[in-house]
């Protein structure tokens, strides 16, 4: 066994991990502003390297490592892991889930990798030391921006709102709430330096500065959250004056920007039932195994919140193997403080604090809000969770070792790194092609909006299936052929969508527009029926329906549409105009001069109102 | 159990920190094989030592050293440029700072990227 070796893996590791921290949140492409697909494709291709890495460092041991004390950590990670390899493997959809899918499989490899090499003290203070350094540059340039120095053009895409180098005021904020935990902990850390201390307390003060200038209800919720169960685990955990001091900075901070915005409280969370009325309804058709992972992104449910998420995705058993993992956990953590404070392990007690009031706070926040789910900053939760456990394995030193060991000697281990290694680059291809894929995607998109359809259908051509966006490429591909007036390609890629993604954004309606160019009547008719099962308050669809079903002849259906459009849309004349041809085909006259009359009326006041 | 993974578990076994089924394959292999048991014993510095006691004057040396340890001033060895310092993070957060500022001053308010007023999202393709 090669000591050095070992040790260069371990650190080329940690080194991966570290950027990840770093860079994760700060990514973002300069050409198109594109914060999502860069972030994707770094993690993607960074836990990659963490998980070769790792293995390259088993190899060069000869096996494998887990403590005994581990594997009631482990177990429901690997557990989780199965289950949502299997559930993938027997969904339908799979392409179109395959990114969703790739997300949660990467989250639990860091998971399982932080709980094996990253417990401790030290190891958390470095990457705790990252993140905030992440936070800093993020909640200067969310300062920059709302002093309107930012110097892009997409300083005006969210209003006056913040958002940094996220692409999105809510992502933005729910990572400014878990720097809270991470901050304060670094200010609790008896090794810290004063003067970082200092730092520490300024940066606090931008994160609250940061969060009210995004205005908006689930960061906000978030943060509160956060420091709340800051100024619990803190003191609970780290029984001093020092700790009891950085919970009543949290409270403080919990409560002026609580009461900064309070209103929003009261206010936002009322649309909360009626979106998980709908994602109730979607769990229900499949309540023990879900639809898969990664299916939530097919359709248009955004179920903001992280329980509701997981059992439509893997089913309340899914759900059941997270409380599993995260009891199993907090469990873990509570008994290990009770060591570290016999043992008198100051450092091991703050950060065992600190990653357990992000857990609460983090698993509490996410369920009021989608902002949790997204890559970033979700992603933090696992390597951070993963660390908290491997820290919880250090109260129980010199418990006995599991090991997969290696059945060949050393000169046949280092034989088979060329094949890892190739194995590695073939892997890590993957997400460098989709990337480019994603740049194609927004060249196209620009194209689209400058109505120049040939150029953007080359475009969406380029876009490599698996990639994050290639159903939206079909669909905007099918969009750009109707658009050039060529109906019969653009069935073409709505077929090749639906056979990927069935029921993405309004592709039935559109489907429908494309079959009325072509004066295909009953499939027009179809495909708005269709639609109108998935978005019943689309009242485009209702015009389109009516107009469809009037040339087919079937007028009681046309009827229907068309009062359906004018429940939707009292005001709108069109409408009122639209049935009244329809009565006058169901010679229906008297009906017919009464809505013209209605229609008449309307647009007299409309016109009356005053403009803007 | 063949040798190669009884010499890349060996360590483990030396120390006392495998699990008791494990520890039994490998103590039957080494009841076995006498090339893995020889370099066994070899590799495990204290075997045969049983029952041995460190001479007196070991002790006190021993004692007299800890004795130092902890009345000796801290060693006042730079960590900036090690990989533990907090440097690097507080380094790596002001450059990168410095180059957003400094683009913020070069650039002034106005430069425009790619020509986007608005985020690209798939609902926008719509024409």
Redesign the interface.
């Known amino acids: 066994m090669s000591a050095k070796m070992t040790s260069f893996w371990f650190r080329t590791s940690e080194t991966v991990l570290l950027v990840l921290a770093f860079m994760l949140p700060l990514a973002f492409f300069l050409q198109t502003y594109d914060g999502t697909a860069i972030k994707t494709t770094v993690f993607e291709s960074g836990t990659l390297a963490l998980a070769f890495a790792w293995l390259f460092k088993g190899l060069e041991r000869g096996r494998w490592e887990l403590p005994e004390s581990a594997r009631s950590l482990a177990l429901p990670a690997i557990a989780l892991l199965a289950w949502t390899v299997l559930r993938f493997a027997f969904a339908p959809h799979k392409l179109a889930c395959l990114q969703g899918f790739l997300k949660q499989v990467l989250c639990l490899l860091t998971y399982g990798i932080a709980l094996l090499e990253f417990g401790g003290a030290q190891n958390a203070r470095r990457v705790f030391g990252w993140i905030t350094a992440a936070a800093w540059v993020a909640a200067l340039y969310g300062l920059s921006q709302h002093l309107g120095f930012d110097p892009f053009l997409w300083k005006e895409v969210f209003g006056g709102r913040v958002f940094s180098t996220f692409g999105d005021p809510d992502f933005f904020g729910f990572f400014l709430a878990l720097c809270v935990p991470l901050t304060l902990t670094q200010w609790l850390d008896p090794e810290r330096d004063w003067f970082l201390r200092w730092v520490d307390v300024a940066l606090l003060g931008l994160l609250a500065a940061n969060i009210l200038w995004i205005r908006s209800l689930s960061p906000l919720i978030a943060f509160v959250l956060m420091s709340l169960a800051t100024s619990i685990f803190l003191p609970l955990f780290f029984p001093s004056k020092e700790g009891f001091k950085a919970a009543g900075l949290s409270l403080i901070l919990a409560a002026s920007v609580g009461a900064h915005h309070g209103h929003y409280f009261f206010g936002g969370l009322t649309s909360h039932p009626t979106q998980w009325s709908a994602v109730e309804t979607f769990i229900a058709q499949s309540p023990w195994i879900g639809h898969g992972p990664g299916s939530l992104s097919m359709g248009t449910l955004r179920p903001d919140c992280l329980a509701l998420q997981t059992a439509a995705e893997l089913g309340w058993l899914g759900v059941a193997l997270w409380i599993w993992l995260f009891g199993s956990l907090g469990l873990a953590a509570w008994r290990a403080h009770r060591n570290f404070l016999k043992q008198g392990a100051l450092g091991e007690s703050c950060y065992l604090a600190g990653l357990s009031a992000l857990a609460a706070g983090f698993l509490c926040a996410a369920q009021l809000g989608f902002d949790s789910q997204a890559l970033m900053p979700g992603w933090l939760l696992w390597p951070l969770a993963g660390m908290l456990g491997g820290l919880t394995l250090l109260a129980h030193r010199g418990s006995a070792i599991s090991v997969v060991p290696i059945p060949l000697g050393e000169t046949a281990r280092q034989r088979m790194y060329a094949p890892a290694l190739l194995a590695f680059a073939g892997l890590f291809f993957f997400p460098l092609q989709w990337f480019d894929s994603e740049l194609e995607h927004n060249i196209a998109v620009a194209d689209v909006k400058a109505h120049d359809w040939p150029s953007a259908i080359a475009h969406f051509d380029r876009v490599r299936p698996g990639a994050q966006s290639y159903v939206a490429a079909q669909y905007g591909k099918g969009n750009a052929y109707l658009a050039e007036d060529k109906p019969q390609e653009a069935i073409n890629a709505y077929a090749v969508l639906e056979a990927v993604s069935p029921d993405f954004a309004e592709v039935h309606y559109q489907q429908a527009v494309a079959y009325a160019n072509l004066e295909n009547w009953p499939n027009a008719v179809a495909s708005h029926a269709r639609e109108a099962g998935l978005h019943p308050d689309f009242v485009a669809n209702y015009v389109g329906w009516a107009q469809a079903a009037k040339r087919l002849g079937d007028l009681d259906a046309a009827e229907t549409a068309a009062k359906k459009a004018i429940e939707l849309e009292p005001n709108e004349p069109a409408h009122q105009l639209a049935l009244a041809e329809i009565y006058l085909k169901e010679k229906r006259v008297a009906d017919a001069r009464k809505l013209e009359k209605q229609a008449a009326q309307l647009r007299t006041e409309q016109k009356k109102k005053p403009q803007g | 159990?063949?040798c190669?993974?009884v010499?890349?578990?060996e360590?483990?076994y030396i120390e006392g920190?495998?699990?008791?089924s494990?520890k039994e394959q490998v103590e039957a292999h080494l009841k076995d094989c006498a090339a893995c048991s020889e370099k066994a014993k070899r590799a495990n510095p204290l075997s045969g030592l049983h029952g041995v006691k460190a001479p007196q004057a070991l002790k006190e040396r021993m004692k007299k050293l800890l004795a130092n340890l902890e009345t000796a001033a801290p060693v006042n060895k730079s960590k900036t440029f090690s990989?533990?310092s907090?440097f690097?993070?507080?380094a790596?957060?002001i450059a990168?700072?410095l180059i957003?500022a400094l683009?913020?001053a070069w650039?002034?308010?106005?430069?425009?990227?790619?020509?986007?007023?608005?985020?690209?999202i798939?609902?926008?393709?719509?024409?």
């Open positions: 159990m063949n190669e993974t010499r890349n578990i360590d483990l920190r495998l699990t008791v494990r990989v533990d907090e690097w993070p507080v790596a957060s990168i700072s957003l683009l913020l650039a002034g308010p106005g430069v425009t990227s790619q020509g986007y007023e608005k985020a690209a798939p609902s926008e393709v719509t024409p």
